[in-house]
């Protein structure tokens, strides 16, 4: 039962120190490190191996952004599963739906709340 | 002294950006921040109705509504210096990026300013996010049609 809190904690970690480790070492700027990620992710989820991830580690799995592409290949998999290549056009966002609204509506919300103090 | 000498001078002399500390903030904070994502899951999972593995929704949903409160506040700003990619890697740095941009523009107003600017660092990550499942799911459906892998 607790054992879940762990791996999702040490995972977690270990993908963010990926992402140190390609800001420090290899010299790349967030945006392109958090791409390669993100294309990362979407690659493991075509060879089927991203869900027993998540399985395994939990929240550890799914809140780096490496989860993200695996939605995006997910959603779109699973309808070309049933409508065929159709279907990676349609299913495209239909798992990752949560993340673009709250991400879009909360960051609208936001500019109405708060004011810019420098570079927030 | 020639421009050789000076720059391997400057080197010895500026601090060496300790890998090693930063690769272990980035470590407890994505790792931190991944912990509080599971109990928040486990919220989802007891009080309502979800699994496992559609708990992740709302997660993740949630997630970014705190990274909206820590980002107006300014306080998402001093976690990043610290955890560097410890912040930016997990969702709350996608949502940080959206918010921080929104917060940023306002002053053009909401249309051109905060409409136009809203994607302004997490459209990379949705471009290629997009465009790598794209290519992924286009080649497992062809290759399923061709009978050489299985879903």
Redesign the interface.
């Given at each position: 039962m607790f054992s879940?809190?762990i791996t999702?904690?040490?995972?977690?970690?270990?993908?963010?120190?990926?992402?140190?480790?390609?800001?420090?070492?290899a010299k790349l700027t967030?945006?392109h490190?958090?791409?390669i990620?993100?294309?990362a992710g979407?690659?493991l989820?075509?060879f089927g191996l991203y869900?027993p991830f998540?399985?395994f580690a939990?929240?550890?799995a799914?809140?780096?952004?490496t989860?993200?592409?695996n939605s995006?290949?997910h959603?779109?998999?699973a309808e070309?599963?049933k409508h065929?290549?159709i279907?990676?056009?349609t299913?495209?966002f239909e798992?990752t739906?949560?993340?673009?609204?709250?991400?879009?509506l909360?960051?609208?919300?936001?500019?109405f709340?708060?004011?810019?103090?420098g570079?927030? | 002294m020639d421009k050789e000498q000076y720059s391997t001078i400057e080197q010895e002399i500026s601090p060496k950006?300790s890998?090693i500390k930063?690769?272990f903030?980035?470590?407890?904070?994505?790792?931190?921040?991944?912990?509080i994502?599971?109990?928040?899951?486990l919220f989802y999972i007891t009080f309502f109705d979800f699994t496992?593995?559609t708990a992740?929704?709302?997660?993740?949903?949630t997630?970014?509504?705190i990274?909206?409160l820590l980002?107006?506040?300014?306080l998402?700003?001093k976690i990043g210096q610290f955890?560097?990619?410890?912040a930016?890697?997990?969702?709350?740095?996608?949502?940080n990026a959206?918010?921080?941009?929104?917060?940023?523009?306002?002053?053009e107003g909401?249309v051109l300013g905060?409409g136009g600017n809203?994607f302004k660092?997490?459209g990379?990550?949705?471009l290629?996010?997009?465009f790598?499942?794209?290519a992924?799911?286009?080649?497992?459906?062809?290759l399923v049609?061709l009978g050489v892998v299985s879903?």
């Open positions: 879940i809190y999702a904690f040490i995972v977690g970690g270990l993908i963010c120190v990926i992402g140190q480790l390609l800001f420090d070492v967030p945006a490190t958090l791409c990620l993100v294309v979407s690659i989820d075509g869900e998540i399985d939990g929240a550890g799914t809140i780096p952004i989860s993200f592409g995006l290949t959603g779109a998999l070309a599963e065929g290549i279907g990676v056009l299913g495209m798992v739906s949560s993340g673009i609204t709250s991400a879009i909360f960051g609208f919300i936001a500019s709340l708060f004011r810019s103090k570079k927030a | 950006p890998i930063n690769v903030k980035a470590f407890l904070t994505g790792g931190i921040i991944c912990l994502g599971q109990f928040i899951a496992e593995r992740s929704n709302p997660t993740v949903a997630m970014v509504f990274s909206m980002t107006g506040f300014g998402y700003k955890g560097g990619a410890g930016a890697v997990p969702i709350t740095g996608f949502g959206v918010v921080s941009s929104a917060i940023e523009h306002r002053t909401y905060v809203i660092l997490a990379s990550v949705i290629w996010g997009v790598s499942a794209f992924v799911a286009l080649i497992k459906t062809i049609k879903w």
